[in-house]
T-cell receptor
C-alpha cells in the first residue's frame, strides 16, 4: 500500500512569514500533485511534478520533487492571508488512483 | 477546460431515504471517475473508483450496497447513498481522470456535495 505522510498538520503564521510543507513516502510515485482546498469546495490543482529533482515555481509558491520521486515539498514565501486553506499532496501511483496525504491546514494571520 | 460539475452542492435528507449525487465531466470524456468522502479538516478518503460501462471498484470497508455507483456514460457518474443515516453526513467529492500529455494523468475535482442526514 502506498502511503504519503504530510507534515505539519496545522500551521498558523503571521503574514509575511515563510513556510514549508512536506510530503514523504517510502514508495516511488510516477507523479505528485499539490492541491489547495477551501471550505465547502473541491480541491484545486496547484501543480504536478513528474521528474525526479524537478522544481516548479508558481508566483510565491515553490514545489520540489525529490530525486527518487518519493518526497515533495511546498514552500511559500511571504505568506498572505489569501494563502489560508487546506493544502493536500497527492501521489499518482502506478495504478489508477491518487494517494492523498493527510493535509496541512494553513492559517495566515494579518 | 477540464471542468467537472457536481450536483447538488448541498442536500438535506431524512434518515432512511436515498440521495443521488451527480458528477459530470463537461468538456472531456472520463472513462474513470473517483468518489471521495471528506470529514471536517481532514483529507480525502477514496471510497470507490467508477469505471464507465463496468462495475465500480470499492475501497476496503466501503459498503457497496449502501453507496451505489453508476457510470453509464463517458461524462456522468452517480453516487447514490441508500437508506441514509446521520453517520453518512459528510462532504462527498468526485473527480475525473483525464490524459495529461507529458504528465501522466490529470485529475479534476468537482466542487463537492455537503450531505446532511437528519
Amino acid at each position: 500500500t502506498q502511503l504519503l505522510e504530510q507534515s505539519p498538520q496545522f500551521l498558523s503564521i503571521q503574514e509575511g512569514e515563510n513556510l514549508t510543507v512536506y510530503c514523504n513516502s517510502s514508495s516511488v510515485f510516477s507523479s505528485l500533485q499539490w492541491y489547495r482546498q477551501e471550505p465547502g469546495e473541491g480541491p484545486v490543482l496547484l501543480v504536478t511534478v513528474v521528474t525526479g529533482g524537478e522544481v516548479k515555481k508558481l508566483k510565491r509558491l515553490t514545489f520540489q520533487f525529490g530525486d527518487a520521486r518519493k518526497d515533495s515539498s511546498l514552500h511559500i514565501t511571504a505568506a498572505q492571508p489569501g494563502d489560508t486553506g487546506l493544502y493536500l499532496c497527492a501521489g499518482g501511483g502506478y495504478g489508477n488512483k491518487l494517494v492523498f496525504g493527510a493535509g496541512t491546514i494553513l492559517r495566515v494571520k494579518s | 477546460g477540464a471542468v467537472v460539475s457536481q450536483h447538488p452542492s448541498r442536500v438535506i435528507c431524512k434518515s432512511g431515504t436515498s440521495v443521488k449525487i451527480e458528477c459530470r465531466s463537461l468538456d472531456f470524456q472520463a472513462t474513470t471517475m473517483f468518489w471521495y468522502r471528506q470529514f471536517p479538516k481532514q483529507s480525502l478518503m477514496l471510497m470507490a473508483t467508477s469505471n464507465e460501462g463496468s462495475k465500480a471498484t470499492y475501497e476496503q470497508g466501503v459498503e457497496k450496497d449502501k453507496f451505489l455507483i453508476n457510470h453509464a456514460s463517458l461524462t456522468l457518474s452517480t453516487l447514490t447513498v441508500t437508506s441514509a443515516h446521520p453517520e453518512d453526513s459528510s462532504f462527498y467529492i468526485c473527480s475525473a481522470r483525464r490524459p495529461n500529455p507529458g504528465q501522466g494523468y490529470g485529475y479534476t475535482f468537482g466542487s463537492g456535495t455537503r450531505l446532511t442526514v437528519v
